[in-house]
């Protein structure tokens, strides 16, 4: 089960991660910082894995959740492949180990520099969301002599019924392309001597809570892979259903990975594919956590606000999507209140928490942004001068290592030129 509790617990009234006290660890390297467990990742990755077993699959950790090289790093060492949507993020991944073959590129605008560094890289494939992409590709490879693989991102007009900003599977969003459009571009395609047709992919969305969409989305495209084995087009091996298998964050019911599995393994065994799935957030989400300093505590007329030293620019998710994420004091004392949990940034949408109960908290104390090792650092910024956050990673064995320091004022200025 992957709660945003299991990792990073109260052990008496002290917050704890692999038993070392949080608190310390903000002393210690400063905050904000984001602290991650290896256990969370690896138990994440092992259980998707073998509820997997029934079928050939690979499994590409979404880099754009959390890309660290830390983090990467410890996927590639557990066989992990990557799912890229840039150059910056192919760059890491090749860098942290991960075999190109192993790698799938997705993204509605590759840039040409872009395609040209994965076509040499020889990556597994790559996921075309636009003809034009799949056009530029197969030049790119005719000039490079070379075969390359792609899949076709299929967008299969499925709502995940997730948040508007995350949900990618509709026909008005702007991924993928339909079957309809699919089916008229396919003697273009036949063309193509450069390109092999390998695969269907549709990421439907993210911090999806139930299986229904994604059966939804496989019965749609096992109808479309039928259709096309039919009519010639018998490379197509593989089914990419992408990620988006949800979190807890506060009482949403858990993921059903064993029942998504066994419905998925069910629908595409009898035609022999292969699955390739993209799990970003189910991994990294709730094996990280922001520590950050209440730097005052300001009693309000209305309100009383804990200012902390992080803010919308190290964790943006509550500011842009409304999004919630516990938040815990390092210590747990008698007595609660309600409070507005914000930072410094000088934005009235700089916050983590509204109008929320937690334990009596005092200036100088510990607070835990839960449920932040998704798509929290990733989107952090400069914003307002400040410098990025430290990232420390914590082994099994309790061992605490710095996989990202600090920016230094200096990093504030690199790459300007008065
Ligand atoms: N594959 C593709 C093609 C994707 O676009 C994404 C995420 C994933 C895989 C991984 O999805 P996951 O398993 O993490 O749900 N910033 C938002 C989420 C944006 C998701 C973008 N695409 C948030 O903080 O909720």
Redesign the pocket.
């Known amino acids: 089960m992957n709660r945003f509790d299991s990792y990073f617990a109260y052990l008496g009234n002290e917050l704890q991660c692999e038993g070392r006290k949080l608190q310390y660890l903000a002393l210690e390297y400063g905050t904000p910082l984001y602290v991650y467990t290896a256990r969370g990742f690896k138990e994440r990755f092992q259980e998707i894995d073998s509820a997997l077993s029934g079928i050939d699959h690979l499994i ?1 950790y ?1 880099i ?2 959390n890309f660290n090289m830390g983090i990467i790093t410890l996927m590639a060492s557990m066989g992990s492949g990557a ?1 890229v ?1 840039s150059g910056g993020e192919l760059y890491r991944a090749l860098k942290a180990g991960i075999s190109p073959e192993k790698i799938v590129f ?2 509605v605008g590759k840039t040409r520099e872009e395609i040209e560094y994965a076509v040499d890289a020889g990556i597994l494939m790559f ?1 075309c969301e636009s003809f034009q992409e799949i056009e530029l590709i197969e030049e790119i490879s005719a000039a490079k002599k070379k075969k390359t693989a792609i899949a076709v ?1 299929v967008n299969p007009d499925v709502d995940a019924k997730t ?1 508007h ?2 949900t ?1 599977g509709k026909k008005e969003n702007k ?1 993928g392309i339909t079957v309809h459009m699919l089916k008229k571009y396919l003697p273009r395609l036949k063309q193509h001597q450069n390109l092999i047709f390998r695969g269907i ?1 549709g ?1 439907i ?4 809570i139930t299986t229904e969409p994604y059966i939804q989305a496989t019965e749609k495209f096992i109808a479309l892979i039928a259709d096309l084995k039919k009519s010639g087009w018998g490379n197509i091996e593989y089914v990419n259903l ?5 979190i807890v964050y506060h009482e949403e019911s858990p993921f059903d990975m064993q029942m998504w599995a066994k419905e998925i393994i069910s629908r595409l065994t009898p035609l022999g594919l292969k699955l390739i799935v ?8 709730n094996s990280g956590i922001l520590l950050t300093r209440v730097t005052y505590r300001k009693e309000g007329e209305a309100k009383t606000f804990l200012i902390t030293d992080g803010g919308m620019n190290d964790l ?2 509550p500011s ?2 409304g ?1 919630y994420q516990n938040v815990l004091n390092c210590i747990k004392r008698d007595g609660e209140e309600i409070v507005d949990v914000v930072g410094p940034v000088c934005e009235s949408g700089d916050f983590f928490a509204k109008d929320r109960k937690i334990t009596l908290t005092f200036q100088g104390d510990y607070l835990a942004v839960m449920s932040a090792g ?3 650092m ?2 952090a910024s400069r914003y307002n001068s400040r410098r990025l956050p430290a990232e420390v990673m914590i082994s099994e064995g309790g061992e605490v290592r710095l996989i990202r320091k600090r920016d230094s004022w200096e990093d504030l200025l690199r790459n300007e030129m008065p």
């Open positions: 590409c979404s754009k959740t799912d949507v997705a993204g996921n991102r948040h900003y995350i990618t991924f992919h990421h969305g993210s911090q999806i992408g990620g988006g298998m949800g993209e799990p970003g957030r189910y991994i990294s989400g943006i998710r842009l999507y999004a998704a798509y929290c990733a989107m």
